[in-house]
């Protein structure tokens, strides 16, 4: 289902991902959720939180422990 704010984000999201990362999974999960509740809410789902943590990357990387903002070009 999709997320309401960051604070409904499942702990593992939020416990480790910096607040504009989890603004980033939460906009990316809800966007894919509606894209691809035709497949079934589980199916849907699993691909929601993919799209979510891709989104992620594309402004994140992990180092070590912590999740830090890409250096921009």
Do not use: C
């Not at 509606?34 to 994140?60: L, N």
């Amino acid at each position: 289902m999709p997320y309401a704010s960051v604070n409904d984000l499942p702990a593992s999201v939020r416990a480790h991902l910096p607040l504009h990362a989890q603004e980033i999974y939460l906009a990316a999960f809800n966007n894919a959720w509606t894209e691809y509740q035709d497949r079934g809410t589980e199916r849907g789902e699993e691909i929601a939180h993919r799209v979510a943590w891709t989104a992620v990357k594309r402004k994140y990387q992990k180092a070590r422990d912590r999740w830090i903002p890409l250096q921009s070009d």
